[in-house]
Structures are given as C-alpha cells and as structure tokens.
C-alpha cells in the first residue's frame, strides 16, 4: 500500500519563505519529493496541512491545492 501526504518544511534562514514537498511511503520505503513552491509561515494551516488562502497570491495557492 502507498501513502502519500503534503508537508511543509521550515526554512533555516530566517525570515525565508517554506517549502512544500510530498511524504510518500511504499512498502515502508520513505521518500521525499521536493517541489518549488514556496510560502510564508503564516500561509499553512498547522493543524489542517492544508494553505490558507489570503491576499494577492490567491491564483498561486488555487493552484497549488489542486495538485493531487
């Protein structure tokens, strides 16, 4: 069985924005697939693992939540 899941890695340098990438998980083989978007802190909801939508980059987050 496969699991796949979106996680959000904090940047080291402060005040840089964050990175998305996908957990996948096959036959208890982990590996991380990076992706090049990239958000504020205040632009991922802990709790949910989802983006929360605000401002300017509405387009941007659209699209990105559309990616399955």
């Not at 402060?14 to 998305?20: D, H, K, S």
């Not at 590996?31 to 991922?44: A, G, H, I, V």
Request: hydrophobic content about 40%; aromatic content about 12%; glycine content about 6%.
């Amino acid at each position: 069985m496969t699991s796949i899941k979106k996680k959000f890695r904090p940047s080291i340098v402060e005040g840089r924005e964050w990175g998305i990438y996908f957990l996948i998980i096959h036959n208890r083989v982990v590996r991380q697939l990076n992706t090049d978007y990239k958000f504020c802190p205040c632009e991922w909801g802990e709790e949910t693992e989802t983006i929360i939508v605000n401002g300017d980059r509405i387009n941007i987050f659209n699209a990105i939540m559309n990616i399955r």
